[in-house]
């Protein structure tokens, strides 16, 4: 009898025969504990009963499931008083009375269960070596228990939803350390009122621009600051500018379709069309051409496509797209950058960059590639049958399928009724019976203008991240309105005041704002007045809820991992004690 350090057992025990399997390592243990506290009155006994085995399995080894065979021996207790006579001794640094797995097995499990849903475990755990149902799983989680309560300065509180629209809870989160406190089942002041009350110690509270939890924080912890959230008032911010612009959106500039336009010549040769651009510089204006490039193509202006086929325009969109590619990579060559740097910039592969720097113009794509001839399908073996059949006025799909599977055709019935509309055309029309159709109404496709959502977020964006053509939608609306231009200056300098934290710029932007005297931004500042103090404090102070909302985040994810169906006990072990 010894020990093993590769399997190491509590004082008192030793490792007997070992049993060595191909997927299996059986360990006989035995204890040689000389004596046994009895669990009734909790004497000691040294009088020997009998012995017994039992079985349990352990965390595997190399690779194979353990299991233990535990000899352990029952003692009888020699206390008068005590109702028990005979007991068996415990292992309570080894397995708990009545397990069936080891305590070490049993943490490696919850640990699993932790990272990922019970199901998913059940099927995860034979790969490690370790056998589990996904109920015990669960059962196992729920007997965790919580942490040893610990002192919170600044708390962070946010809610999330149980079921979006339905039913909701709230999480708290302290916010120095980064570990989320607790979760409750609802997110009315009632609901967070006691756990305040439990943690006098709280200085601050970081919270959205719910009124809910600041009355809460009021009547319970009326020292604490309160802050609020700064996403929350950008956001805020954005959706007044959004109600703002929708009264103004004849104001808001237009939104070319790039896409549907030929593309524009580079600087350098604005002299050229688009068209010579594409044919190259050849004196030939068929030169480079296939002859299906030479078709003449139904001419229409930029507004109006409806001179085009959809096949048409599809390929005329396709062609304005590969043109204005090539463009890119030519405009990029004759800067002097070498192909590498073209494909890096422009993100595309080497081999287009090349075709394109070698080509003498424009590369003109094949008609018909990638088209497979009619001959080499399923149907060529039958097409005079199917023809013969036609002419003699059978036009019936599934019957001319019934006629061609019996005589050993093998398709599938699509590609018979893909022929059959081509040949469908070549009918003359049928006169149609009864009431004759109501016309359709189309709506006209005119210049799209930008959207006020689109435009309120250029509003709050930062001048350095916008674009060029951001920037040119933001002069166009301060050109068409002055109104509008007076609440983009604000609004920047609110959101730089806000993240550059300038508390003392606060009081005359208020000032100013209702000054404007308009609607939108007067709710928006009378909102802020009624929470003054929680806004000065997201002004001047380095706490912010954005942690909260990362808790958030996690704890979504946590439930789409369990495929939505964790209750509150369950979730709020999972967010807890995340491994």
Not at 213 to 221: E, G, I, K, P, R
Not at 260 to 282: D, R, V, W
Request: aromatic letters at 6%.
């Amino acid at each position: 009898m010894e020990r093993s350090p590769f399997l190491p057992l509590p004082e008192g025990m030793v490792i007997g025969q070992v049993e060595i399997a191909q997927s299996q390592l059986t360990v006989e243990v035995i204890s040689t504990q000389p004596c046994a506290r009895c669990p009734g009155c909790g004497n000691l006994s040294d009088s020997v009963h009998c012995q017994y085995q039992r079985t349990v399995h352990d965390v595997p080894c190399g690779g194979r499931h353990v299991v233990l065979r535990l000899r352990v021996r029952k003692f009888f207790c020699r206390s008068a008083p005590c109702p028990r006579k005979v007991f068996a001794e415990r292992l309570p640094d080894l397995v708990q009375p009545g397990a069936r797995v080891s305590n070490r097995l049993l943490e490696e499990l919850k640990a699993i269960g932790l990272a990922a849903s019970a199901e998913v475990s059940e099927r995860l755990a034979p790969r490690l070596g370790m056998k589990v149902k996904a109920p015990t799983l669960l059962r196992s989680l729920r007997t965790i228990e919580d942490a040893p309560k610990t002192d919170v300065t600044v708390l962070g509180i946010d809610d999330f939803a149980m079921r979006r629209g339905d039913k909701y809870g709230t999480i708290l989160i302290n916010i120095e350390t980064g570990k989320p406190l607790d979760l409750l089942p609802d997110r009315t002041a009632e609901a967070v009122k006691p756990w305040l009350s439990t943690h006098p110690e709280i200085q601050v509270v970081s919270r959205d621009r719910a009124s809910a939890f600041a009355d809460a924080v009021s009547q319970v912890l009326p020292h604490a600051t309160q802050v609020a959230d700064r996403y929350h008032l950008i956001q805020n911010l954005r959706e007044h500018l959004q109600q703002f612009l929708d009264r103004k959106r004849t104001c808001l500039p237009f939104v070319e379709d790039t896409a549907l336009k030929s593309p524009q010549a580079s600087p350098k040769e604005k002299a050229a069309s688009p068209s010579e651009l594409a044919l190259g510089a050849s004196s030939d204006p068929a030169a480079g051409r296939l002859p299906s490039e030479q078709q003449e193509m139904p001419t229409c202006t930029e507004a109006d496509l409806s001179c085009l086929t959809y096949a048409e325009r599809k390929k005329q969109i396709s062609r304005d797209k590969r043109v204005s590619g090539y463009e890119e990579v030519m405009a990029l060559h004759r800067e002097g950058l070498g192909q590498r740097a073209i494909a890096r910039e422009l993100h595309i592969s080497r081999n287009t960059v090349q075709r394109s720097v070698s080509s003498p113009g424009f590369p003109q794509r094949a008609e018909g590639s990638g088209r497979r001839p009619k001959e080499k399908t399923k149907l060529g073996p039958y097409l005079p049958y199917l023809r013969k059949q036609w002419d003699a006025g059978v036009h019936n799909n599934s019957q001319l399928f019934a006629e061609i599977r019996e005589r050993g055709y093998t398709g599938c019935q699509s590609g018979l009724r893909r022929l059959l509309t081509e040949w469908r055309t070549e009918l003359p029309p049928k006169r149609r019976q009864g009431s004759p159709r109501k016309p359709r109404l189309f709506a006209q496709k005119g210049p799209r203008r930008l959207s006020t959502r689109s435009a309120s977020f250029l509003m709050i964006l930062p001048p350095e991240k916008l674009t060029a053509k951001e920037r040119q939608h933001i002069e166009s609306m301060c050109q068409a309105s002055s109104d509008i231009c007076a609440l983009y200056l604000l609004s920047q300098e609110f959101v730089t005041g806000l993240k550059e934290r300038q508390a003392e710029v606060l009081d005359s932007w208020l000032k100013r704002a209702k000054a404007c005297h308009v609607s939108e931004l007067t709710s928006f500042v009378n909102g802020i007045r009624r929470d003054y103090a929680a806004v000065h404090a997201a002004f001047s102070l380095p706490w912010s809820n954005g942690m909260t909302e990362g808790h958030v985040n996690r704890l979504k994810f946590l439930k789409r991992q369990m495929f939505g169906r964790a209750h509150l006990d369950l979730l709020r072990v999972k967010v807890l004690h995340a491994v």
